[in-house]
Structures are given as C-alpha cells and as structure tokens.
C-alpha cells in the first residue's frame, strides 16, 4: 500500500486558515482514492473530506461545509485540505489514508502519524 505522510497543521486562532497536505510515496498514487479524517481528545476518529481517484468526485463532512475543500495533484502525488475560517472545534489530529472508492471506509487500519492542528478562541 501506498505510504502517505500528513503536513501542515499547526496553532491558529479561530477564524484562520490552514492547508494540510498529504504526500504519498508512489508513482501509483493516482489509484487510491483519499480521505482526510480527525480525531479530537477523547473523541472518535471522524471522516473530514474525501476525493476520488481523479479528483472529479469530493465529499465533506456537513460540519466542515463551505469552509474547508479537498484537492490533489496527481502529479504531484499529493492531496491537500484547506482549511478556512477554522473553529475550536475543528482542533484535532488530521489524518489521511486511502478509502475505498466511493465511500468514507478506509481501506485498512495504516494510520500514520497525522498532523496537529489546534485552533484558539
């Protein structure tokens, strides 16, 4: 399976913006379908956005509608979130991972190390 590394979180304060990328190591990479997801202090991880192969097909989580957008580079086998008008609520560790295609069901239980991103009130 494609190896993807998370980058780009950080602190910022509420209404910021941050774009977190997601580089994967294979000349495949166009191939998987990518889900970026989150997990907050005692929470469940949660599916964030989710892009198909191409990039044509994108699904957001309602809670990050009209704020945050998903899109990736083939060429450069990266997949990036961007994140705007950022709430407390979103703080939380920011993981990507290849997804079935078509749905938010990540293909297996390889989690990387994610990327922090915590948003001050």
């Known amino acids: 399976q494609v190896q993807l590394v998370e980058s780009g979180g950080g602190l910022v304060q509420a209404g910021g913006s941050l774009r977190l990328s997601c580089a994967g190591t294979?000349?495949?990479?166009?191939?998987?379908?990518i889900g970026w997801f989150r997990q907050a202090p005692g929470k469940e991880r949660e599916v964030v956005a989710t892009i198909s192969r191409s990039g044509g097909l994108t699904k957001l989580a309602d809670s990050v509608k009209g704020r945050f957008t998903i899109s990736r580079d083939n060429a450069k086998n990266t997949v990036w979130l961007q994140m705007n008008s950022l709430k407390p609520e979103d703080t939380a560790v920011y993981y990507c991972?290849?997804?079935?295609?078509?749905?938010?069901?990540?293909?297996?239980?390889?989690w990387g190390q994610g990327t922090q991103v915590t948003v001050s009130s």
């Open positions: 294979e000349r495949t990479f166009s191939i998987y379908a």
């Open positions: 991972t290849v997804v079935v295609p078509g749905t938010a069901r990540p293909r297996n239980d390889d």
